[in-house]
């Protein structure tokens, strides 16, 4: 609830956890923005949910630590019945040589001690040139493989940012050279720090960012194309939020719903790799079909 949007939102866990107390599952998986479990509601939601004999932990993964391009971090909540929570191992890792955290679990805080990246049996993380592989470079506009249509003043815009990386900063030192100071707004020039990722590029080397609602518009983030004068097109992002192309995105909705429906998602595999590490640690089979 970042927006500080009404209480009603604020108290949506409670239907959570009215759902739980009538399925009387083996086993639940929560997801929202990191910032839920510093909060009062998930404290007591945890402490009303353990009442109910759960074993309850929540911990903060990054979606590229599984295979995911995109480096996403979120909270994900596991509560079960059936002992200890079964987090699931990591199968990628940053191959930049940073540290990540965690002994055995990279999707931790990222502050602390951590394992070498380079560790035998973790993949490099998933780039951007693997996520579009195949995709043509100029958008076709077939099965939602297109972009915005932007301003002529936009476009100026995009060409003066750098390609893999560049950022507004660049951007603005480009048209001020080129006699276009005056499409730099006033926001962003009165603005020095701050709001980086505004108008920049993706880099092809590296996962996407976080991958949000509107994506499509590069003015909410960086969402240009890493060489290519437009924003990422709505498959581009849905390929970065790990959706196979054979995920049907109704051609008959409006793109910003679109749009909402892949930048509110759960990447299927980091979902399918919570499920699967859920499912081995439940007893039975009988298990099983009560958690689903």
Same mark, same amino acid.
């Given at each position: 609830?970042?927006?500080?949007?009404?209480?009603?939102r =604020?108290? !949506?866990?409670?239907? $959570? !956890?009215?759902?739980?107390?009538?399925v009387?599952?083996?086993? &639940?998986?929560?997801?929202?923005?990191?910032?839920?479990?510093?909060s009062?509601?998930?404290?007591? &939601?945890?402490? =009303?949910?353990?009442s109910?004999g &759960?074993?309850?932990?929540?911990?903060?993964?990054?979606?590229?630590d $599984?295979?995911?391009?995109?480096?996403? #971090?979120?909270?994900?909540?596991?509560?079960?019945?059936?002992?200890?929570i079964p987090?699931?191992? /990591?199968?990628?890792?940053d191959?930049?040589g940073?540290?990540? /955290?965690?002994?055995?679990v990279a999707h =931790?805080?990222?502050?602390? /001690?951590?394992?070498?990246?380079?560790?035998?049996? !973790?993949?490099?993380?998933?780039?951007?040139?693997?996520?579009?592989?195949?995709?043509?470079?100029?958008?076709?506009?077939?099965?939602?493989?297109?972009p915005?249509?932007p #301003? @002529?003043?936009?476009v100026?815009?995009?060409?003066?940012?750098?390609r893999?990386?560049?950022?507004?900063?660049?951007?603005?030192?480009?048209?001020? =050279?080129?006699?276009?100071?005056?499409?730099? @707004?006033?926001?962003?020039r009165?603005?020095?720090?701050?709001?980086?990722?505004? &108008?920049?590029?993706?880099?092809?080397?590296?996962?996407?960012?976080t991958?949000?609602?509107?994506?499509?518009?590069p003015?909410?983030g #960086? $969402?240009?194309? /890493?060489?290519a004068?437009?924003?990422?097109t709505?498959?581009?992002?849905?390929? !970065?939020m790990?959706? @196979?192309?054979?995920?049907?995105?109704?051609?008959?909705?409006?793109?910003?719903?679109?749009?909402r429906?892949?930048?509110?998602?759960?990447?299927?595999?980091?979902?399918?790799r919570?499920?699967?590490s859920?499912?081995?640690a439940?007893?039975?089979?009988?298990?099983?079909?009560?958690?689903?």
């Amino acid at each position: 609830n970042r927006e500080a949007v009404g209480f009603e939102r =604020r108290g !949506l866990w409670t239907e $959570y !956890l009215r759902a739980l107390e009538a399925v009387q599952p083996q086993a &639940f998986v929560m997801e929202n923005v990191p910032e839920l479990l510093g909060s009062a509601e998930y404290a007591e &939601f945890r402490k =009303r949910a353990e009442s109910l004999g &759960f074993t309850v932990e929540g911990e903060i993964l990054n979606a590229a630590d $599984y295979g995911v391009p995109q480096r996403r #971090r979120r909270a994900i909540v596991i509560g079960t019945r059936a002992g200890a929570i079964p987090w699931p191992a /990591p199968t990628h890792a940053d191959p930049m040589g940073q540290l990540i /955290p965690g002994p055995f679990v990279a999707h =931790r805080a990222t502050k602390g /001690p951590g394992i070498d990246p380079a560790a035998p049996g !973790l993949a490099p993380w998933m780039t951007f040139r693997e996520a579009v592989e195949g995709l043509p470079l100029q958008a076709d506009g077939r099965s939602w493989h297109r972009p915005r249509r932007p #301003r @002529p003043e936009s476009v100026r815009r995009y060409k003066a940012v750098p390609r893999d990386g560049g950022d507004r900063f660049a951007m603005q030192r480009n048209l001020d =050279r080129a006699g276009l100071g005056d499409l730099v @707004p006033n926001c962003w020039r009165n603005k020095p720090t701050g709001t980086t990722d505004v &108008f920049g590029r993706l880099w092809w080397d590296r996962p996407a960012l976080t991958i949000r609602t509107e994506f499509y518009k590069p003015e909410k983030g #960086r $969402y240009l194309h /890493p060489s290519a004068h437009r924003p990422i097109t709505v498959r581009e992002a849905a390929r !970065l939020m790990s959706f @196979p192309d054979d995920f049907v995105l109704p051609e008959d909705q409006s793109m910003s719903s679109i749009a909402r429906q892949v930048g509110n998602a759960v990447p299927p595999l980091l979902a399918q790799r919570i499920a699967e590490s859920l499912a081995a640690a439940l007893a039975s089979p009988s298990d099983l079909v009560a958690a689903a």
